[in-house]
């Protein structure tokens, strides 16, 4: 991925969590609404700040629908549906909220974040004025109004909102780089990105170079603020400067071509002539490797998979060292059923990248499609020693576990699956089947439940739960479950022989 898309993503990525963030608990006032509203909004709100959008949709809409005055309910549901990637449900039910509280800045930011996902910058921007308008002391509420200016071209606008943003955002330059840091912290590390940008456009270039120099010194491998700080002294005749600045960036950033583009200029004018054309040659791969991967994405999304495959290989061809470009056309042999082919090249990256996680869970999940359920358990157990809290490693393990007879083993690695992702359907679904394996019908019933609790419409949730019923001799609900398979899934053979059972039972 280029810088531009990482820096694009991390811009998304802000907004988001800046909007989920808002999730709190209810307003004291909303404790006078109806009792079983207030106890299923709380519920909701719970849930959310627990990280199970779709377990706190379901209580928040049984909230709204016994109080649908309570702007809080419609607030925290929209918060659900924006985390579910439901925009259109999440923008009515902020809308809903903000009907009932024009004056809540929580809910005008969230608002503005599902809008500009749905690059409707114009309509965020008035809902960020008006978030501002209420907390005017909100650092994030500046920031992305900056972005939503900056999409829209209103450039003055958004160089004033990003200069409010660093004067109100923390400074974290203290904090060592191997830290986390904070969103506000991220926040402000763009918005001095974006405010010396805007200098240079607006040929303020000394100023322009000190924000980058500022930015660079809170953060040395900092992609963006590199290629602004280069380009704009090889912009000044100062190339000596500007190399070891965007050689930098070209080690924290190796399949980027845009400072190997900058570094061609400045070793010519340091009359560098060797230099340069490495440079040249190898900003022209990396283009070409570009160029290939985009067109090759095109061609997945298309379903065009043989072009993808040649555009990919073109892509490699052009960065041999690239791990995005390999995962990416793993994954089409993969949907291709070219399974061979797809681990092969999964084998390329984990002998340069022996700690690559994902590798690790494509090639487990690859061996389960294949039948080979040993193989595949020992790859995501791999993967969890590199990263204990993978879902989707401790979820392929459960399955690998399943497939080869160790029911235990199964139960012990989907539960901490379902640690991490407590409503996942599929994970519920293979644990309630472990479950039936070890004769525990009780707990094997209860997950069957949540799993159609999450997905009303799995017909193999449905089925498992009617043998379940029929094992418990429940004839009659066992008969229900049995039909509403079969009105899921007309030819489900199995579910039919299980309902002529019952029917000739005496």
Not at 18 to 35: E, M, T, W
Not at 220 to 229: E, F, S, Y
Not at 331 to 341: E, H, I, N
Request: glycine share 4%; aromatic share 6%.
């Amino acid at each position: 991925m280029t810088a531009r898309l990482l820096r694009l993503e991390l811009s998304r990525k802000l907004l988001i969590l800046g909007a989920l963030a808002c999730a709190d608990q209810p307003d004291p006032q909303d404790a006078a609404r109806p009792a079983e509203a207030h106890r299923l909004l709380q519920r909701g709100t719970l849930f959310l700040q627990q990280n199970r959008p779709a377990r706190a949709l379901a209580e928040l809409t049984q909230a709204v629908a016994l109080d649908s005055s309570s702007s809080t309910a419609h607030f925290q549901q929209g918060l659900a549906h924006a985390r579910l990637d439901q925009p259109a449900l999440a923008i009515a039910a902020f809308e809903r909220a903000l009907a009932l509280t024009p004056d809540h800045p929580r809910a005008h930011f969230a608002l503005a974040a599902v809008l500009r996902d749905q690059h409707r910058y114009l309509e965020a921007a008035a809902h960020l004025e008006q978030a501002i308008a209420l907390a005017p002391e909100r650092a994030k509420y500046h920031f992305y109004l900056g972005e939503m200016r900056r999409a829209t071209g209103d450039f003055a606008g958004a160089l004033t909102a990003f200069k409010r943003t660093i004067e109100l955002a923390p400074d974290d330059s203290t904090t060592r780089l191997s830290s986390p840091k904070s969103e506000l912290a991220e926040v402000h590390l763009e918005a001095r990105y974006y405010h010396s940008d805007l200098l240079v456009r607006n040929q303020q270039l000394s100023q322009a170079r000190a924000g980058f120099a500022d930015l660079l010194a809170r953060d040395p491998d900092h992609v963006q603020g590199g290629l602004g700080l280069g380009g704009l002294l090889i912009r000044l005749r100062e190339p000596v400067a500007a190399i070891p600045v965007l050689e930098r960036v070209a080690a924290a950033d190796p399949h980027n071509p845009a400072p190997h583009y900058l570094l061609a200029q400045a070793y010519t004018a340091c009359n560098r002539p060797d230099d340069a054309r490495n440079a040249q040659g190898r900003f022209q791969q990396l283009s070409a490797a570009e160029r290939h991967l985009n067109q090759g994405n095109i061609y997945i999304r298309q379903g065009a998979w043989d072009k993808a495959i040649d555009s990919l290989k073109r892509a490699l061809a052009s960065d041999s060292t690239s791990v995005e470009i390999r995962l990416r056309l793993a994954t089409v042999y993969a949907q291709q059923k070219r399974f061979a082919d797809a681990r092969a090249v999964l084998a390329q990256i984990l002998a340069h990248n022996p700690d690559h996680r994902d590798a690790y869970i494509m090639l487990g999940d690859l061996y389960l499609h294949e039948g080979r359920s040993k193989e595949a358990a020992t790859h995501f157990m791999h993967s969890l020693a590199l990263d204990p809290d993978s879902f989707a490693a401790a979820y392929g393990l459960g399955r690998a576990r399943f497939k080869s007879g160790d029911f235990a083993g199964a139960v012990a690695a989907l539960h901490q699956a379902l640690a991490r992702n407590p409503d996942h359907r599929d994970a519920h679904y293979v644990l309630g089947l472990a479950y039936v394996r070890q004769a525990n019908y009780r707990d094997a019933r209860a997950h069957f439940a949540r799993s159609i609790a999450l997905d009303p419409d799995h017909a193999e949730s449905h089925y498992g739960l009617a043998l379940i019923l029929m094992q418990q001799g429940q004839r009659e609900q066992a008969r229900q479950a049995l039909q509403k398979v079969l009105a899921l899934a007309p030819d489900h053979q199995r579910a039919r022989a299980k309902l002529g059972e019952l029917d000739q039972a005496p």
